[in-house]
């Protein structure tokens, strides 16, 4: 999979080089933090079992903090760059039936190639359309304090795919450095997670399944809102 992605961004700035000589290149890197709101069936299922087995508070996960960032080359009104992000939560409650505390984190990093479109400046603002593209890794990790066992601690991890749309709106500082918000709407999907590692329960590599049999899988689809600062030259 990596290799397909390095020949992706090779051909495209290939291309770019080749296909582009009236404009002027410029390249940079941009870097945000926000929140997303997440709908994810698979994660809420996972907090509605603790709460019913522990007897625990945890309710529904719907955001998580967001971090991303990207690489990028710009011809004309374009740019295409690669990116990663990193989007977590933590939470733990207590059991006044059990006298424990649970644990449940959760994190996901994806890598993607992006694109953008500048479709309106004005003095200092403008605004592009966006678009990326590419992989997800997950993981989840629940923990019992104190534990009843030396090993009771569960991580668990799943691949997926990512697609985004957004929309930037930026402000310009000087001709360097610009101040950005993103609103997006992303869809990502995993497959089923799997055991990280050998427990008293389960093996590394087994399918992390319900009671009812169905396994784990998260679906990440929903918002996600960002600022941040974009730095370019040319």
Do not use: C
């Not at 977590?88 to 993607?112: A, C, E, G, H």
């Amino acid at each position: 999979m990596k290799r397909v992605y390095s020949f992706i961004l090779k051909f495209v700035v290939v291309f770019i080089f080749s296909t582009s000589t009236s404009y002027a290149l410029e390249y940079g890197f941009s870097a945000g933090f926000g929140l997303s709101y997440i709908n994810s069936k698979g994660l809420n299922r996972v907090t509605e079992g603790l709460d019913s087995g522990y007897v625990t508070s945890f309710g529904k996960i719907n955001f998580p903090l967001n971090f991303e960032g990207d690489f990028f080359l710009g011809f004309g009104n374009s740019s295409i760059g690669l990116g990663m992000g990193y989007e977590f939560t933590s939470r733990n409650s207590y059991s006044d039936v059990y006298k424990v505390t649970q644990d449940l984190s959760y994190k996901s990093i994806p890598v993607f190639l992006k694109y953008r479109y500048l479709y309106f400046e004005n003095n200092r603002f403008s605004m592009a359309l966006g678009g990326s593209a590419g992989i997800l890794y997950s993981k989840l990790s629940m923990s019992t304090r104190p534990s009843p066992q030396d090993s009771d601690v569960y991580g668990m991890k799943a691949w997926g795919a990512v697609i985004t749309a957004e929309n930037n709106f930026y402000y310009t500082v000087s001709n360097n450095i610009s101040f950005f918000s993103t609103v997006g709407l992303r869809y990502a999907k995993t497959g089923s997670f799997s055991y990280t590692s050998d427990t008293a329960k389960h093996s590394s590599g087994e399918k992390v399944q319900f009671s009812d049999g169905s396994t784990l899988t998260l679906n990440l689809t929903g918002l996600k809102f960002l600022i941040g600062i974009m730095m370019n030259w040319s």
